[in-house]
């Protein structure tokens, strides 16, 4: 005979089921791979996120990795590929991620910077001591994008200079991808190429601010002559086919980051962001409708 007490003991143990359904997702992700691109130099990607991912594993209580990716849509691959959970997407990837993966792909949270700002922009940069004062000026001088699936790097400036009546295959001398924003910075202040496309937050943050910072640049080698319209902060994003308590529990750990572990924030934001904010898809419809409208034109093209 059936123990009546077993009956209500599982009854009652039924009632707390969800709260012990969040720990199950360490019996089938044992680690988590956090994914990084390469807008950085290698040494510098590894410090400023390795601290993040030591916070995460003591906070989620398994290993979390570094993933390094060559480029930009290698995020992509390793996420179609379930080899990455959480990864944070330019907004022009995540736009590429969504055409790949479908809802697979989805956004989490976003930064707020320290003004109240949830996005930032692309700029093009010139050296300081050079005559150029704005893109018509840079007629037949070369060019440097940083990556074809980069949004500040290449997508807002390729679409907005050609709306502004500058088509860059036209109206540069040369344009090259230079594989990273660093890598398009350090050339131009080397002098090997006479404008690049970049970001920048304000004018306290961004690549050109974070280069001088580490001492990579001098101060005031460079300035800004163009400048994009607002894009939307890049979203961490995640698989939707991951369990929902490990998605919840990384946001989590993500937010309350400031305050537990402040260091560890500062370093990856390089103190210019004040807080988190939720993102959704439809925060980058106009970014996407911008990289079609980019990839449109490409096939449009000889041998596109």
């Known amino acids: 005979m059936i123990d009546r007490r077993l009956l209500l003991a599982g009854s009652a143990s039924s009632l707390v089921l969800p709260a012990f359904a969040q720990q199950d ?75 790949v993966l ?27 001591d050079s005559p150029y004062k704005s893109v018509a000026d840079l007629k037949g001088r070369s060019f440097a994008f ?25 109206h540069f001398g040369g344009t090259v991808f230079s594989g990273g924003h660093d890598n398009s910075v350090l050339a131009l202040v080397r002098g090997q190429f006479d404008g690049v496309a970049t970001y920048q937050v304000n004018e306290n943050s961004g690549v050109v601010q974070r280069l001088t910072l580490r001492g990579m640049i001098p101060a005031g080698a460079t300035r800004v002559i163009w400048t994009s319209p607002l894009i939307p902060a890049s979203p961490f994003s995640t698989r939707a086919n991951l369990p929902q308590a490990l998605k919840d529990e ?27 904010a939720p993102a959704k898809h439809e925060d980058y419809l106009d970014v996407i409708a911008v990289t079609e409208e980019l990839e449109a034109r490409r096939k449009q093209k000889p041998g596109g």
Do not use: C
């Open 146 to 170: 940083a990556d074809p699936n980069s949004t500040s790097g290449f997508a807002f400036p390729a679409y907005f200079l050609r709306k502004q009546g500058f088509d860059p295959q036209a």
């Open 25 to 99: 997702w360490r019996a089938t992700v044992t680690e988590i791979r956090f994914g990084v691109s390469s807008a950085e130099n290698e040494a510098a990607a590894i410090a400023r996120n390795q601290p993040v991912v030591d916070h995460l594993a003591k906070k989620l209580g398994v290993p979390v990795k570094l993933y390094r990716v060559s480029d930009y849509a290698g995020l992509v691959e390793a996420m179609r590929a379930d080899q990455l959970e959480f990864a944070r997407f330019g907004p022009a990837v995540y736009s590429l991620g969504r055409r």
């Open 102 to 128: 479908g809802d697979k792909l989805q956004p989490l949270f976003r930064d707020v910077d320290n003004n109240g700002q949830e996005g930032y922009y692309s700029v093009v940069v010139v050296r300081a």
């Open 250 to 276: 990384f946001v989590a750990a993500m937010l309350a980051m400031k305050d537990e572990a402040p260091e560890v924030f500062r370093t990856f934001t390089d103190g210019q962001v004040s807080r988190y």
